[in-house]
C-alpha cells in the first residue's frame, strides 16, 4: 500500500520561533498533498492544498503567511509555521491520494508544542 | 467547515458486539469514505462508497449511503478489542475531504 511519513513526529519550540513539519509520499508521487490540523478530541480540518510546482491554495481562515508550504518535488511537501505561539499547538497531519484513486493515504502526524 | 454530523460522538461496547456509526452531510457528494484513527495517529482508510451505490462491504465492515436523507452508516460486526480507535466519515470533492466530527468507539474485553 501507499506510504507517507512525517518528519518529525513531535517537536517542542519557544514561542516566536519558526517550525518546520515535512511529508513525504515514500513509494508513489503526488502532485497534490493536503495539510489539516486537529485539536485534542476533534475532528480533522483542511488548512491548505499543496501543489507540486506551484503554490498552494489555503482554505478560508488560515493565514497563508503564518503557515508556509512549499511542495518542491513530487515527492516532499513542508508546512512551516512561522513565529508560532502556543495557539499553534497542534496535531497537524498530511495526506496524499493515488494518482486517479479517490482515497488519501495519510502521514502518521506531527504534534506540535508551543511554549 | 466540517461537513456534517457524526453519531454517536463516544460508543463504548463490550468484544464481540456490532457497532453502528452514523454519519449526516450536507452537499451533493462524489462518494463518501470511512477513515480509522487510533490515538495519536493518522487516519487509515477503510471504505469507500459512490454515491451511486447504496451498500457495500468489505470484511467486517458494511457501509450504507442514503443520498435522499444524505446520510451513512457504519456497521462493524463481530468487534474486536483492536477496533478501539475514533472513526470518521469524510466527503470528497475535487479531491478535498471534508470530514464529519468523528466517533469514538471503544471496545471493552
Known amino acids: 500500500g501507499a506510504v507517507v511519513s512525517q518528519h518529525p513526529s513531535w517537536v517542542i519550540c519557544k514561542s516566536g520561533t519558526s517550525v518546520k513539519i515535512e511529508c513525504r509520499s515514500l513509494?508513489?508521487?503526488?502532485?497534490?498533498m493536503f495539510w489539516y490540523r486537529q485539536f485534542p478530541k476533534q475532528s480533522l480540518m483542511l488548512m491548505a492544498t499543496?501543489?507540486?510546482?506551484?503554490?498552494?491554495?489555503?482554505e478560508q481562515g488560515v493565514e497563508k503567511d503564518k503557515f508556509l508550504i512549499n511542495h518542491a518535488s513530487l515527492t516532499l511537501s513542508t508546512l512551516t509555521v512561522t513565529s508560532a505561539h502556543p495557539e499553534d499547538s497542534s496535531f497537524y497531519i498530511c495526506?496524499?491520494?493515488?494518482?486517479?484513486?479517490?482515497?488519501?493515504?495519510f502521514g502518521p502526524g506531527t504534534r506540535l508544542t508551543v511554549t | 467547515s466540517q461537513q456534517g454530523e457524526e453519531d454517536p460522538q463516544a460508543l463504548s461496547i463490550q468484544e464481540g458486539e456490532n457497532a453502528t456509526m452514523n454519519c449526516s452531510y450536507k452537499?451533493?457528494?462524489?462518494?463518501l469514505q470511512w477513515y480509522r484513527q487510533n490515538s495519536g495517529r493518522g487516519l487509515v482508510h477503510l471504505i469507500l462508497?459512490?454515491?451511486?451505490?447504496r451498500e457495500k462491504h468489505s470484511g467486517r465492515l458494511r457501509v450504507t449511503l442514503d443520498t435522499s436523507k444524505k446520510s451513512s452508516s457504519l456497521l462493524i460486526t463481530a468487534s474486536r478489542a483492536a477496533d478501539t480507535a475514533s472513526y470518521f466519515c469524510?466527503?470528497?470533492?475535487?479531491?478535498?475531504?471534508?470530514f464529519g466530527q468523528g466517533t469514538r468507539l471503544t471496545i471493552n474485553p
Open positions: 495526506s496524499a491520494p493515488l494518482s486517479g484513486a479517490y482515497e488519501q493515504y
Open positions: 513509494d508513489f508521487q503526488a502532485t497534490t
Open positions: 499543496s501543489n507540486e510546482g506551484s503554490k498552494a491554495t489555503y
Open positions: 452537499t451533493s457528494i462524489n462518494n
Open positions: 462508497i459512490r454515491s451511486n451505490e
Open positions: 469524510a466527503t470528497e470533492g475535487a479531491q478535498k475531504l471534508v
